[in-house]
């Protein structure tokens, strides 16, 4: 029992549970080409079952990767680029050559320069210790940016399969399907959610007589935060459609909460206009950093919304980091909410966002 496994998404069989990952029935197993129950309802109904999936198994799927001779190709969300970015994929995909795709570009202002967000990209894969063949901006939802995505996954996977890889919510789905409807005019081939982890198993869809696009499982990062949100906040805090910066001119000792998710605290330096970067829904409260613990305690989760009661239970609290900025225009990042730009740097702030979830300060994006 303990060699057999999942033909279609790799991962090892098993009769005893089921609802955890693997589960077969018993009389499956004397069949040649044993797929678990997950994959054989997913192939046969087109129905995605929930299993206990644990963040190691999820590893382990995609560490497979490494046995093939193949083109992955990794997706990452450019709105929550530190979130989503799998930061051990070169050990889970050996030598493969890697295509980096930043999806959700639909997100930015029009006005956004794309080379210098291409150029961003690079430099935060490298920094990541990630060797990455080229960058792409696409909108897998809006179809932008596929021409040429397209025409490089055919120079560059020279026969060979290509495997497509992301932590959840990326768009990994929406752009394999975007992919496969550009090419066969199939609309919504594979499932599409608001909710991370619907992309259990290796879904494998035909490239040509010999070669397979896989879509592989999402790798859930616990530092997403759409992993603590109720799916109805995370219907708030998921930008659909292009963001339109808000202009905040804030004093010194003035805080600005971004909902109760995030809270920005303005301690030190002159009146400066502060740029805000978020989902165009999620409410952005401004008020006296004096009044702000006061504020939040009585507020949070009905003036300062999202997190409604679902997410408050998951939340974890919020924890403060103190520094000074950069003398230079820079964006304190929020890892999946959003971002806030400051013109001018040099100046003290402090922010707090959920424990475990990821802050980051780079040069201005925009
Ligand atoms: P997966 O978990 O990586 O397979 O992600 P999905 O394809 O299910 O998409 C996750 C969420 O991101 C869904 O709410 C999609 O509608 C949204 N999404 C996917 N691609 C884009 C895109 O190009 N632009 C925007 N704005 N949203 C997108």
């Known amino acids: 029992m303990d060699e057999l496994v999942c033909e279609g998404c790799g991962v090892q069989l098993q009769t005893e549970d089921k609802k955890a990952a693997g589960y077969t029935p018993a009389s499956a197993l004397e069949q040649e080409h044993v797929i678990c129950q997950r994959c054989f309802r997913l192939k046969h109904y087109n129905e995605v079952q929930d299993v206990d999936y644990d963040d190691d198994d999820y590893l382990r799927m995609i560490q497979q990767i490494r046995n093939t001779n193949s083109l992955v190709i990794k997706i990452v969300d450019i709105f929550d680029f530190d979130g989503s970015f799998i930061s051990s994929l070169h050990r889970l995909v050996g030598n493969n050559p890697i295509l980096l795709i930043g999806n959700k570009v639909d997100l930015l202002p029009k006005s956004t320069n794309k080379n210098k967000v291409i150029n961003w990209i690079k430099k935060s894969a490298s920094d990541y210790g990630l060797k990455v063949q080229d960058v792409f901006l696409v909108s897998a939802e809006a179809g932008v940016g596929f021409e040429e995505v397209e025409k490089t996954i055919e120079a560059m996977r020279d026969n060979r399969d290509v495997y497509v890889v992301g932590c959840t919510n990326v768009g990994k789905s929406t752009f394999i399907n975007r992919l496969i409807d550009r090419t066969s005019g199939v609309k919504d081939a594979i499932t599409t959610s608001y909710f991370p982890g619907t992309t259990l198993g290796f879904i494998q869809i035909p490239l040509d007589e010999s070669n397979f696009l896989y879509d592989t499982p999402g790798v859930v990062n616990r530092s997403q935060i759409v992993h603590y949100m109720s799916e109805k906040d995370l219907k708030y805090i998921t930008p659909k459609k292009e963001i339109k910066p808000r202009v905040y001119q804030l004093n010194a000792k003035q805080t600005l909460f971004m909902g109760g998710l995030a809270r920005f605290d303005y301690e030190k330096g002159e009146k400066q206009s502060f740029v805000c970067y978020f989902s165009n829904q999620l409410m952005i409260h401004r008020t006296k950093l004096e009044q702000a613990d006061e504020f939040y305690k009585k507020h949070n989760g009905s ?36 971002w806030i730009t400051v013109p001018q740097g040099g100046i003290t702030v402090s922010f707090y966002i959920p424990r475990g979830v990821h802050i980051s300060i780079r040069d201005a994006l925009i």
Do not use: S
């Open 303 to 338: 003036l300062l919304q999202p997190p409604d009661e679902k997410t408050i239970e998951l939340l974890p609290e919020l924890v403060k980091q103190t520094m000074k900025l950069p003398n230079r225009k820079t964006d304190i990042v929020f890892a999946g909410l959003g």
